[in-house]
């Protein structure tokens, strides 16, 4: 044997993505910029999820009765999770093929609180929400979404700075001249969370005795646009996100700059291989869930009883007498990608990764064994049995993949919500597109991982056994 055969033979190495067909990479993209440049919150993914899936012939399984093979159904939890079935052929105890990805991502929300006047403004405060540089989120564009309901129990819905005829807001920040002793600081306190705060007005009402006028002005504003006070805001849930639509990156257009990547770049194929799917073997399913970016906590978060109602629900339609054993014996024996992003390596900061194992955009989707912190704190760490199923099949069906980790050993790490369904038993492993600015207000992708990640996910749903 040749040395050039030996090393074929022997080595592994990584494989471009970018093999696939590029007309289709580069039109898939096109259907995820659309998705993720109209759909910023959870609320916005999960509306735009059911409607999408309605189209698809899926039903609330609420309203139905009676499943057989082939049927589409949906469950959602208060407007911000969702899980998806397409019943399979087999019986469900034999387990399910699912791909569980999460819709919320780093944001700042607003306290209950939030108004005030300062310095002839009108200010709102805001608590972040996910880990963040909070340096990076200020003098950018912002967009306000989320709803808040008014004395009569009316809810708004709100998409404002989407448009570029609609107002946008705006954190201000110190300028270079005078930033001698704030660049000395650490980066984690050159802007602390208490700056964070939004300019939403500056007009103050044409009567000199008023106080805060430019605060009642803009509560005017507010109640004759949409009938609320500033008492409404104790109850209301808003998010303020970057105003910037996904964009083509590079002179050959093969990378997206986008916010919120993290995790829709995973929820989106996850999704739309399922919409695609017709009369499975195995019962597929896809969730998407919340609360993701602070632990997969409360009740629309992956560590709630959500999905396992969902799952009970199925199976009691099923069959009425054995409903929660099934769904038991249906959780045990499924096999789950846990979809969510890795980091890939920076070029700008090599020193950060472990080279070798470090996944790189434009390789395919990443599969990751273990995720955590130090010694796999808090980590799923996935059998060997089941990767190697997945190795094999994604190998036989062409599927261009790589491995990752997020980044050297001892530095830092991150979780995702494949523990909480590793928890009923089943066969998990983490699987999704690598990320560039991870949880900055944009974040990069390359389109190629993009599409191999949804071919990855179309070929899992179909497993047979
Ligand atoms: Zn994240």
């Not at 990805?101 to 300062?118: A, C, F, G, T």
């Amino acid at each position: 044997m040749t040395t050039k055969e030996l090393e074929e033979k022997l080595t592994y190495k990584k494989k471009s993505a970018w093999k696939d067909d590029l007309k289709e990479i580069m039109d898939y993209a096109e259907g995820y910029k659309t998705f993720l440049g109209e759909n910023k919150t959870e609320r916005e993914c999960v509306d735009w999820a059911i409607k999408t899936a309605e189209l698809n012939g899926f039903k609330n399984i609420e309203q139905v009765k009676t499943v057989k093979p082939g049927d589409k159904l949906y469950r959602q939890h208060h407007n911000k999770c969702v899980v998806l079935f397409v019943v399979g052929k087999d019986d469900i105890s034999e387990g399910m093929n699912l791909c569980a990805s999460h819709i919320d991502s780093p944001r700042l929300d607003l306290k209950q609180v939030p108004l005030y006047e300062d310095t002839n403004q009108a200010v709102l405060k805001t608590h972040y929400y996910g880990g963040i540089k909070k340096y990076q989120w200020t003098t950018l564009p912002l967009a306000m979404h989320g709803v808040i309901f008014d004395k009569e129990g009316k809810k708004h819905s709100f998409a404002l700075g989407e448009n570029p005829d609609e107002p946008v807001f705006f954190i201000s920040e110190l300028l270079i001249h005078l930033s001698g002793e704030q660049m000395a600081r650490p980066a984690t306190k050159a802007v602390v969370a208490e700056q964070l705060n939004i300019i939403v007005g500056h007009i103050p009402l044409d009567d000199e005795d008023a106080k805060e006028s430019v605060k009642l002005n803009t509560l005017r504003i507010l109640n004759e646009q949409y009938g609320i006070t500033e008492e409404d805001f104790l109850s209301a849930e808003i998010e303020f996100v970057p105003v910037e639509k996904p964009r083509d990156v590079g002179f050959d257009k093969g990378m997206i700059v986008a916010y919120g990547h993290d995790d829709r770049v995973c929820a989106y194929p996850a999704f739309s291989a399922l919409m695609e799917m017709k009369d499975p073997k195995r019962t597929t399913v896809c969730v998407l869930a919340d609360k993701e970016e602070i632990g997969s906590v409360g009740s629309t978060g992956l560590n709630s009883r959500f999905f396992e109602n969902a799952v009970n629900e199925l199976t009691h339609l099923i069959d009425k007498q054995e409903g929660t054993y099934l769904a038991r014996k249906a959780m045990e024996n499924s096999y789950v990608l846990s979809m969510d992003v890795n980091a890939c390596l920076d070029g700008n900061y090599p020193d950060a990764f472990e080279k070798r194992n470090a996944a790189i955009a434009g390789y395919g989707t990443v599969l990751t064994k273990y995720t955590g912190h130090g010694g796999k704190s808090g980590s799923n760490d996935a059998n060997s049995e089941y990767i190697h199923k997945l190795v094999k099949l994604f190998n036989e069906n062409g599927i261009v993949f790589q491995t990752g980790e997020i980044g050297k050993v001892d530095l830092g790490g991150g979780g995702t919500v494949a523990l909480y369904l590793a928890s009923y038993g089943a066969n998990v492993v983490d699987m999704g597109v690598g990320v560039l600015s991870m949880h900055a207000p944009y974040e990069l992708i390359s389109k190629a991982d993009l599409y191999s990640t949804y071919k990855a996910s179309k070929v899992f749903y179909s497993i047979e056994d």
